[in-house]
């Protein structure tokens, strides 16, 4: 397969960015996006070219590291999959692909397609853990907790915290990303003690990193390639406010 | 040319088995907790070891500077785990015991781990559980609320503690979410996207690390009273693993250079369940999780070169071979055996698919028996994976699989206490050498890095510090420039040379010859030739490569020559590694030490040892030290599955 890039190039930080098109060819379908870039890398090199810088790591759609904004859409058009995942064979022969990174005023660009997310674990040193000594644990079986409580923990602590949920929204708000978290540490039982005071700090800290307002349009979910859903938001909403009265 | 050295020390504290640690834990010197805060420990990496100890180093008072590669420590390649973690909890009542661990993890390692350690494993494994629970963990439970466990790569008794597929990142979100407590205390800085390109000794001992700002490029210095090393294992050395493209050994090598002794470094595990590999583009090999092991059945066809469509084969002229040979594990024999089979019945002109690299992992027989939806409802997600990548659905026809690299049970050489041979210099995790002996087996790795992180680094690390008081020495220390200088010569070597030939280019081809000669199956004449090989690559690239851009800013091609330079050093020295290792043992298999039966025929009278290569400069042959390993508790017996 053949394709036309149209490609974010932006020296740094401050630097203001371009498009550019570039020509890749002999692409097998089976290769993987990521797979692609780095053939177009190959021949940049080659040719004395400045290599497109964009990130990943683990390429298998678990550590988080990639994403890039494909034709309009946070980690392309596939449902519930990152752009390490996914595979040529979805484009067809021949077409034009523009690639972007993940664009937020959280997320500043350091060059081409990798973006700045220290934001997110700056959210997480505010409160997104559980206050535990190592050594001074319980037995594990010590509380035990329903399945079903343990399964939907366990549905938002898939979070990779790879930003897509930022990158979809068009306030660009992180409300997906918060709400994941807290959701998995206040279902726990081992959680609850720092509910409250959680959410607050965590929701202050998202604010105060240039994140906007969630206004529900709902790009998030659609955009997350682990499917959290929107609910998470509104019981970050409401742990939030209820802890802001002390009731929490 | 071998010695047994009195450098190796292995400090293994007197005692039964059973009270070694207990016993030691009593008698370590430790640090008065007003003083704690005086020290400062640097931690390179924020895997499960890494995060884990650099938290707990924290929560003991110490001050700690964290580093990593990528742009957060919750990204650490421990994230990608997927199948679990064992623990002797016994939990499920079937007759698991700290000992029965023990023992398994010592008879799969092939009897080349060391008891002390492997037994204190056994032992901190429950605590390990109890801790990540009380984090936030969430691992599966029954319908009663209390844990859930499933039997895993090849034991027999279960276990394995999971969440979903992706217990490797829950754990590591546990510790990341430790770490970042602490980050909140002020009692840890973290060090994002940062390279450790140096060691810096002074007066014989680790005091600090010289890195690479991988967004600025700016070379900067670290001075601490401590240096810790948890940087992972190596086998992207072989160009194609299940390993994530930035996993490295150029921390590892820098401590090798100044001292730290390299331990078994030709132990590499090939994981037998992988996506087969299908081109030169690909980056990196896919793992499907072992537990696939429990419900599908490894075939190939009894007709060489049958070229059919695997549903038009009939049962009688399917070759199920790992049944045929080892009918008490079958399809859950250990790695090293499941991966050589593979190999043999491969290299032999079974194989299936284009490559014929490739035999069939078959859920037919499980669909029939379980239900589609059950099928579902255990691997959903993994054949989903498999779906997209390869465009073939497994409920309809067969998985292909290939045995891949997948990890180093290499490593640095560490003492009982973690510590290298180089003073003040810990490695922790898959960085070191410890507990896994010729082979690991499923699930013991992230025990093995939560035990060093949580429980024995934090413990042990006082004894040293307790007799080394901080004594004022800064990065403003001559040591520290003249390092920082080392880095910046080679950054400038590396971009000078301006040849022709990419960086991929070289590590696609060490990869091709580590994997033909120091792969699965090694010999004296192919080690030989591997070593010449890797020599005049290493060569090559030093005159031809071709990198691109400056030193001083954003360049990830840098990142990875660099990489790939040191590979090319490693690389040889595996190859030395398994020459010397003049047996077949676990995954390391000589093709001239095999049974009748083309087993690992052990020669436990010359090599029941660990080997532990010393550098000797820039073009010297390294030195083999060796450290024997005494049997108290088990008795040495062949290995056998059948
Ligand atoms: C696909 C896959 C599945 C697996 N599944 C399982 C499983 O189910 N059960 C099991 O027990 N084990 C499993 N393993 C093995 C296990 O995941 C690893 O052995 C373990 O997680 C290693 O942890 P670690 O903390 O030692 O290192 P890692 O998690 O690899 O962390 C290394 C850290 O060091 C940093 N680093 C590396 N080099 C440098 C440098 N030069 N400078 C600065 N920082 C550096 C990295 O940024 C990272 O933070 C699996 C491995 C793979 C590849
Ligand atoms: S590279 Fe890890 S999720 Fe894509």
Not at chain 1, 42 to 65: H, P, Y
Not at chain 2, 277 to 298: A, F, P
Not at chain 2, 435 to 446: C, E, V
Not at chain 2, 527 to 542: G, N
Request: charged letters at 25%; one cysteine or more.
């Amino acid at each position: 397969m053949k394709f036309t890039l149209n490609v974010w190039r932006q020296e740094g930080p401050t630097a203001s960015g371009r498009f550019e098109d570039y020509q890749v060819t002999d692409i097998a379908p089976e290769m993987s996006f990521l797979e692609m870039l780095d053939a177009l890398n190959e021949q940049l090199v080659q040719q004395g070219k400045r290599a497109v810088e964009f990130d990943s790591d683990c390429r298998e759609g678990i550590c988080g590291t990639c994403g890039l904004v494909i034709n309009g859409k946070a980690h392309g058009p596939k449902q519930a999959c990152t752009t390490c995942e996914l595979r040529m064979r979805h484009y067809s022969d021949g077409s034009t692909i523009t690639v972007e990174p993940f664009r937020a005023t959280g997320f500043p660009v350091i060059r081409d397609l990798v973006v700045d997310r220290s934001a997110f674990d700056r959210i997480i040193a505010a409160g997104g853990y559980i206050s535990t000594n190592t050594g001074s644990a319980p037995d594990a079986n010590a509380i035990p907790i329903a399945k079903a409580i343990a399964e939907k923990a366990m549905d938002s602590a898939a979070c990779i915290g790879c930003g897509a949920c930022v990158a979809a929204c068009p306030n660009a708000s992180a409300s997906l990303f918060v709400g994941a978290k807290l959701n998995q540490l206040s279902l726990l039982p081992q959680g609850e003690a720092e509910r409250g005071r959680r959410a607050v700090r965590m929701v202050e800290q998202m604010d105060a990193e240039g994140f906007g307002n969630c206004s529900n349009h709902g790009e998030c979910e659609a955009a997350c390639p682990k499917e959290i859903s929107i609910k998470v938001i509104s019981r970050m909403r409401r742990d939030a406010l209820r802890a802001s009265f002390g009731r929490l | 040319m071998s010695t047994n050295s009195t450098r190796l020390d292995a400090r293994i504290p007197d005692g039964n088995l059973q009270d070694k640690w207990s016993n030691h834990k009593g008698s370590i010197k430790l640090v008065n907790p007003a003083n704690k805060r005086k020290y400062k420990v640097i931690v390179v990496g924020t895997g499960l070891a890494g995060g884990a100890a650099a938290a707990t180093l924290a929560e003991l008072g110490y001050n700690v500077q964290s580093f990593c590669i990528q742009d957060s420590p919750r990204r650490a390649h421990s994230v990608a785990a997927q199948g679990g973690i064992n623990a002797a909890k016994n939990y499920q009542n079937d007759g698991d015991s700290e000992y029965r661990l023990f023992y398994d993890t010592i008879k799969g390692g092939d009897y080349r781990a060391r008891e002390a350690n492997v037994y204190r494993l056994a032992q901190l494994s429950t605590s390990i559980i109890d801790q990540c629970v009380a984090a936030g963990v969430p691992f599966a439970r029954e319908y009663g609320g209390t844990l859930a466990n499933r039997s895993f790569g090849g034991a027999q008794v279960s276990r394995t503690f999971y969440a979903r597929g992706q217990t490797g990142q829950q754990l590591l979100l546990g510790a990341y979410s430790g770490l970042m407590r602490q980050v909140d205390a002020g009692r840890v800085e973290l060090f994002s996207r940062r390279e450790m390109l140096e060691l810096v000794m002074v007066e014989g001992r680790a005091r600090g690390i010289i890195c690479r700002n991988l967004v600025t490029g700016e070379v900067e210095k670290y001075a601490a009273d401590a240096v810790c090393i948890a940087t992972g294992g190596y086998s992207t050395v072989f160009f194609l693993s299940t390993m994530a493209v930035n996993c490295n050994a150029s921390a590892i090598w820098r401590c090798y250079k100044h001292g730290a002794m390299f331990g078994n470094p030709c132990f590499t595990q090939i994981h037998p369940t992988c996506l087969p590999q299908s081109g030169k583009d690909q980056s990196k090999l896919t793992l499907m999780s072992e537990s696939l092991r429990n419900d599908g059945r490894v075939w190939v066809p009894k007709t060489k070169g049958d070229k059919r469509p695997p549903q038009d084969i009939p049962e009688s002229e399917r070759d199920y071979y790992l049944e045929r040979k080892y009918p008490a594990f079958g399809n859950l024999a250990p790695r090293d055996i499941a991966s050589r089979a593979a190999k043999e019945v491969c290299d032999a002109g079974y194989g299936v698919g284009p490559t014929g690299y490739s035999v069939y992992l078959d859920f037919g027989e499980a669909v029939d028996r379980l239900g589609e939806k059950t099928i579902r409802e255990r691997y959903g997600n993994l054949f989903s994976m498999y779906h997209e990548i390869t465009d073939e659905d497994p409920y309809r026809q067969p998985m292909r699989i290939y045995p891949a690299p997948h990890y180093t049970m290499g490593g640095l050489w560490v003492d009982y206490n973690l510590m290298t041979t180089v003073p003040g210099l810990y490695a922790l995790g898959e960085a070191n050498f410890s507990d896994h002996g010729a082979n690991r087996l499923g699930a013991s790795a992230l025990m093995q890095g939560l035990a060093d992180g949580y429980f024995v680094l934090p413990t042990t690390i006082s004894d040293y510090l307790a007799e080394h008081r901080p004594d004022g020495l800064t990065a403003d220390d001559a040591a520290f420039d003249a390092s920082m200088k080392q880095v910046s010569d080679r950054t400038q070597r590396l971009l000078s040379v301006n040849g022709k030939k990419t960086v991929r280019e070289y590590h696609w081809q060490l990869g091709r010859i580590l994997w033909e000669e120091v792969g699965m199956a090694r010999h004296d004449k192919g080690l030989k030739s591997a070593i010449s090989d890797i020599q005049s690559l290493r060569q090559d690239f030093w005159n031809d490569v071709q990198i691109g851009g400056q030193g001083e800013e954003f360049n990830k091609n840098l990142e990875f020559a660099g990489r790939v330079a040191d590979f090319l050093e490693l690389g040889e020295l595996m190859a030395r590694d398994a020459l010397e290792r003049k047996e077949s043992c676990g995954g390391h298999f000589r093709t001239e030490y095999q049974t009748d039966d083309g087993e690992a025929l052990r020669n436990d009278e010359d090599f029941c040892h660990v080997a532990a290569w010393e550098y000797q400069g820039e073009d010297a042959v390294p030195a083999r030290h060796t450290e024997s390993l005494d049997f108290e508790n088990v008795k040495l017996s062949q290995r056998s599955y059948k």
